[in-house]
C-alpha cells in the first residue's frame, strides 16, 4: 500500500509529464507553424 | 537591437525586429512553462532513494583527483586508441526519395572509469540504436551525426527536432545516435527516457557522460571507415554538450555544431529540477562540489581541438534552460567563432530555416 507521501509524489510526477508534454506539442507546433509561414524554403538542396 | 540581444550585449541581428521580439517573448513564457513542468515532474522523482547526503557528495570523489582535475583528457584516454571500426546491424530500413532510412544496431561495449555498484549495467544499454539516412549512388556525401536532448531518445521525435530530413534534402547524409539510457537504451522500470543518465550520484552522470562520448566516437569510427567522410556531430542541449566536449577532444572531427549547450552540468539540476525557495540550500550535493566534479567533462576544460571555423555555435536569445550566458563562455571560450541567435526558447528554435541556412553556408566551405 503506497503511502501518502509517495501517491502525492506520484501525482506531481504525472501532473508535471503532463505539462512537459502540452509544452513540447505547443512549442513544436508554434516553431513548424513559423516554419511554413517563413519566407525561406526549407531544404532547398546544395 | 531586441531586448534579450541587448541585455546580453550581442550584436543586433540584422532583421530582428518587433516580430523577433514577440516571438523571443513566446520562447520565454514556454520555457519557463517546461522548467515548472520539469521540476513538478522530477524534483522529487530524481531524488535517490536509499542515499544520504554523505553517501552522495562522496560518490564525487573519483573525480576530484588532482591529477585528473590537471588533465582532464585523462578522463578520455580511450580515444586515444584505435580499435578496428564498429561493424553495425541493420535491423530494419525503408526507402525513401533518393535514398534510405535504415535502423542499424552498434554494441556499446562501455567499461567505467571508475567501477561501482551505482553504474547500471543493463542489457538494453549495451547496445546503440542509430536511425542513419543514406542517400543512393556511389558519392560519398559528408554525414551529420546529430545528438538529441536529455530526455529524447526516440529515433522519430529526434530525427523531426534535429531536423534530419532538411538536413537529408540539403544533401548531407545523417546519423542519429540514442544515448545512453535514453529511449530504448532506458533499463526496465525507468519512468523517463534519461533517467538514469541524470542523477545526483556523481559517478552515474560521470560515467553516462563518458559512455556517451565513447558511444559517438564509435558511430564516429564506423561511418569513416565505410567511407562516409567527412564527419562532424550537430547536437541540441545535452546532444550540444557533447558536440562542444567532442570538440575538444578529437582533433578529426570535421565540424561541430553545438545548438544551445549548456557549458557546466553541475548548474543545471537546480535550474532543471528546481527547488523552492527555502530548500535551495538543501540540493542533496553542494553546487560547488557537483562543478568541481563535473569539470573533468566540461568543453570549457578542454581547448578547441578542431580549427576554430570548422565550428558554428547556435543559441537563443530567450532561452530560460541554456541562457544566453552559458553559450557566451563557449563562444569566448573557443575565441569566438561564428555564431548565430535566433529569435525563441530552448523548445522554439523560430526560423529553423534560417538556422539551418547559416548552419549549411558555414560547413559548405569545408565540406
Known sequence: MPTAAQTWSAIRFFAGML???????????????????????????? | MSAGAASIGIAREPDTGWADVALTRVGRALDGALLAG????FAEAIRPAGYDAGSLAASAVPYLDEALQREPRRFFAFLDDEPPPPAPRTIARRRIDRGEIALREL????????????????????????????????????????????????SWIDARALMAAQWFARGFDVALPVLPFHGPRAPRGARYS???????DVRRLNEAVRQAVADVDRVRRWLVAEGR????????????????????????????????????????????????APERRRTPVAGRLLQAAYRVHSPLAHPLAIPRDRTFIVGGLGDRVVPPKQ????????GRPATHWF??????????????ARIEAHLRRFV
Not at chain 1, 508534454?21 to 519566407?39: C, E, R, W
Not at chain 2, 549495467?121 to 559528408?142: F, I, L, Y
Not at chain 2, 526560423?351 to 539551418?356: L, V
Request: hydrophobic fraction near 50%; proline fraction near 9%.
Open chain 1, 19 to 46: 505539462v512537459l508534454t502540452v509544452v513540447f506539442v505547443v512549442a513544436h507546433g508554434l516553431t513548424v507553424l513559423h516554419d511554413l509561414v517563413g519566407s525561406e524554403p526549407a531544404g532547398a538542396g546544395p
Open chain 2, 38 to 41: 520539469m521540476r513538478l515532474a
Open chain 2, 107 to 154: 554494441d556499446s561495449p562501455y567499461v567505467p572509469w571508475h567501477a561501482s555498484p551505482s553504474w547500471l549495467a543493463c542489457p538494453e544499454n549495451a547496445r546503440m540504436p542509430v536511425q542513419h539516412w543514406t542517400h543512393d549512388g556511389g558519392r560519398p556525401r559528408a554525414t551529420v551525426i546529430a545528438l538529441h536532448g536529455f530526455t529524447m531518445g526516440q
Open chain 2, 194 to 200: 534519461g533517467e538514469a543518465f541524470a542523477s545526483w
Open chain 2, 229 to 276: 567522410a567527412p564527419v562532424g556531430v550537430l547536437g541540441l542541449s545535452l546532444g550540444g554538450y557533447l558536440a562542444a566536449l567532442l570538440a575538444g577532444l578529437r582533433t578529426d572531427l570535421a565540424f561541430a555544431v553545438p545548438l544551445a549547450p549548456p557549458l557546466t552540468l553541475g548548474w543545471l539540476p537546480r535550474r532543471l529540477f528546481g527547488f523552492r
Open chain 2, 327 to 334: 553559450v557566451l563562455a563557449l563562444w569566448r571560450h573557443w
Open chain 2, 343 to 356: 529569435s525563441g526558447g530552448h523548445t522554439t528554435p523560430f526560423g529553423r530555416t534560417r538556422i539551418m
